[in-house]
């Protein structure tokens, strides 16, 4: 089945060690997206691809950066995490940039900080 | 901040009840759409509702929106134990590069046998 897949699904670091999120999906999706979700609260959009290009949202801290080697895989990068980033992380998917797609969104990543 | 408020926050009923959530919103939209989480997982979307309609209905679901009031309401008739989840509308606003979600704060819905 078509689907985004998470990996890992539970992540734990140490504080100020970076870490990596994975992404990949087989829908051929042209656009896709991270989201972080704190306990109880909505996911919140960190930043987008475009194909290749990356959009940051204006609020999205510097410690947090993204790669998309291709159009299947995307990488979230934390450089330097602190206690406040633990949270379940989403990495979805939408076809394009039509308002009236749905998104796909993989089972998260829940990152633990120590 | 652009996000979206829902009501209630929590809300327990027993099996074979609706349940009814509430969403207001704050920018002008294209379209508003609902999606379910459960526990620690992903979001599924359930239904999309266009801002020139009034209602929609999927299944057991049920959308309004009322873009005067800037509020949409999703009802679930006939609720199974399986509903449980949170449930959270999200305004939409293409960029040109993305459709991008703005999400509600959410209603955790427990159904209870």
């Known amino acids: 089945d078509a689907m985004v897949i998470q990996n890992p699904r539970y992540q734990v670091t140490q504080f100020g060690k970076p870490v990596t999120l994975s992404c990949s999906q087989t829908l051929n999706h042209n656009v896709m997206y991270w989201y972080q979700q704190k306990s109880s609260q909505a996911p919140k959009l960190l930043f987008h691809?475009?194909?290749?290009?990356?959009?940051n949202e204006a609020d999205t801290p510097d410690n947090f950066q993204s790669r998309r080697p291709n159009t299947s895989f995307c990488f979230l990068d934390i450089r330097s995490p602190g206690l406040g980033d633990a949270a379940m992380y989403l990495c979805?998917?939408?076809?394009?940039?039509?308002?009236?797609?749905?998104?796909?969104f993989g089972p998260g990543t829940r990152l633990t900080v120590l | 901040s652009q996000q979206g408020e829902e009501d209630p926050q929590a809300l327990s009923i027993q099996e074979g009840e609706n349940a009814t959530m509430n969403c207001s919103y704050k920018t002008s939209i294209n379209n508003l759409q609902w999606y379910r989480q459960n526990s620690g997982r992903g979001l599924v979307h359930l239904i999309l509702i266009r801002s020139n309609e009034r209602e929609k209905h999927s299944g057991r679901l049920r959308v309004t929106l009322d873009t005067s009031k800037k509020s949409s309401s999703l009802l679930i008739t006939a609720s199974r134990a399986a509903d449980t989840a949170s449930y959270f509308c999200a305004t939409v606003f293409s960029t040109g590069t993305a459709s991008k979600l703005t999400f509600g704060t959410g209603t955790r819905l427990q159904v209870t046998l």
């Open positions: 979805a998917t939408s076809m394009d940039s039509s308002s009236y797609n749905e998104q796909f």
């Open positions: 691809y475009y194909d290749k290009d990356f959009n």
